[in-house]
DNA sequence: TCTAAAATTGTATTCATTTCAAAATTAAAA
DNA sequence: TTTTAATTTTGAAATGAATACAATTTTAGA
């Protein structure tokens, strides 16, 4: 479990000023590893906080992706979908049921044998980060995960 | 060089009628390896064909990527992107000018340093396909590439 | 040539996300 | 504690990529 403090300290660790809705969306990540959408997660924290905004729930999602403190997930090509678990690990996205799965960490296509529960058709890797025009003028502006 | 037979043949191989709208975007995708959006498509072949409709693009750019004859890419989040080049390979998006340029085969983030021309600040790894509850069902509707 | 099916077109609509300015909250200064 | 400035939140309006849909056009077969 979170505590509210480990949340504050997760958040106070990626320069976010840890408001009540900001610590809200977090905690909401942290406990709910289903890759919610933004309105998935404004309906969800909407009843405890009653004047809480959609704008909100966009504001924060950004912020706090852009700071690295949570990932954003572009797997889904209808809505950007959120993710509180940023150790490297790679998605599963089902056709059908649209469900976004965490793989297993040894998963490769190369022993996808082993993992019967996913049947894969297509696989995408996507790297981001500055193409050698503007690596020159960009770098010190961004917080860069040099992984 | 490709000639519009080539295109007609390819498009043929994938189970999709060569209307003239069809070879048109098979044509552009294969001479243009700038992983264009389906605006820029729409707004360089309107010209050829006056009484183009964006409704056409899309509907050409689905099917064309639902068969297997072009990619989708969602590295953008704001549109979707296509690649003609079906053969597996990687994607690197540039965070200030947006540009999607094809990673060298030989690209992996450990040997990442003799690749110069991108700084790297992050990687997603997005598989698709059936989850174990919906593979049952579904599997006979799809064309499945079992690389 | 006639007819049916398929493809294309243009308009209207949807809906996730963004913009923006006002209101509320927080923090800092006096 | 008051005052003031900066930050955050809010909600209404706007944006824009993509889709739905019905009408028109084209294609293919009888």
């Known amino acids: ?83 509180g678990d940023i150790v490297a690990h790679t998605h599963f996205r089902c056709k059908k049921c649209s469900r976004i799965y965490d793989l297993p960490k040894n998963f490769t296509l190369e022993n996808k044998q082993q993992f019967l529960d996913f049947y894969i058709t297509e696989c995408q890797v996507y790297y981001k980060g500055y193409c050698k025009e503007c690596k020159k003028t960009s770098i010190n502006n961004e917080i860069i995960n040099n992984f």
């Open 1 to 83: 479990m979170n505590t509210i403090l480990d949340i504050q300290k997760r958040l106070l660790q990626y320069n976010i000023k840890p408001s009540l809705q900001r610590i809200a969306v977090m905690q909401y990540l942290m406990e709910n590893k289903t890759h919610p959408t933004a309105d998935i997660i404004y309906a969800a924290l909407s009843p405890a906080i009653p004047t809480l905004s959609r704008t909100t729930i966009y504001n924060t999602l950004k912020l706090l992706s852009e700071q690295g403190a949570i990932i954003a997930l572009n797997i889904d090509e209808k809505n950007v979908r959120y993710d």
